[in-house]
């Protein structure tokens, strides 16, 4: 069965650095995303993706953070200059559109801003 | 702006006993509601939506709209129910993103089964 897949499954990194998040889509899926999860917290919404621009943004996603696809397979996350608080759970997760409310997640990648 | 609450953090009942995990609500418009489960060492997945009204695992879940919940339930509880919940509520998207899924999740809830 296709799956959601993310790289790396963790990163550490110093504050100000600059990071990229990976993930590949289910292959025939129109829509993508990124959503985090601060630990002990909620999983929340950062931006969603479809036919190559931002859908939706949340407040979360500042200028800090940049979404591209360059190849037509990979969607990355880019953090400019992180920060303490950006320590988090990075999910992806894309889907075809059709099927209300379901998401196919990966399995993340825990960001460690030290 | 839209809320979900789920204010069980932890929740321990026996094999065989009634489980209920609780979910609250608050949005202005007609919600869409679902619950998310993720077992130990995989990925989030999706459990149920409420518009299907369907029964996956033994598990359903209502939407009250009254009590503005959407709780959980499974008559009797299994091992392999053991896991992280989320509730989650879709929307409010923009008009012209359909398909787009801008979920609102709770905070969760970790059941465990107690065999």
Request: proline share 4%; charged share 20%; hydrophobic share 35%.
């Amino acid at each position: 069965e296709p799956e959601v897949t993310q790289t790396p499954s963790h990163q550490v990194t110093q504050m100000g650095q600059e990071v990229i998040l990976r993930c590949v889509p289910i292959s025939n899926h129109l829509y993508f995303y990124w959503y985090r999860q601060i630990l002990g917290q909620k999983v929340e919404f950062l931006v969603s993706f479809y036919n190559n621009e931002i859908s939706e943004k949340s407040e979360i996603f500042d200028d800090q953070f940049s979404v591209e696809r360059p190849d037509g397979s990979n969607f990355t996350l880019k953090i400019r200059s992180t920060k303490l608080e950006d320590s988090a759970m990075y999910f992806c997760a894309s889907n075809t559109g059709g099927v209300a409310g379901e998401l196919f997640f990966g399995e993340g990648s825990r960001l460690t801003v030290l | 702006a839209q809320r979900v609450t789920q204010p069980e953090k932890l929740l321990s009942v026996f094999k065989g006993a009634p489980v209920e995990l609780k979910c609250n609500y608050s949005y202005s418009g007609s919600p869409e509601l679902f619950w998310y489960v993720q077992y130990s060492r995989q990925r989030l997945q999706l459990l149920l939506r409420h518009i299907s009204r369907e029964s996956i695992k033994g598990f359903t879940a209502d939407l009250n709209k009254g009590e503005t919940s959407f709780h959980l339930k499974k008559p009797f509880a299994q091992e392999e129910d053991s896991a992280m919940y989320y509730c989650a509520l879709s929307g409010p998207g923009l008009e012209s993103n359909f398909g787009n899924e801008k979920l609102t999740f709770g905070t969760g809830t970790r059941l465990t089964i107690i065999p």
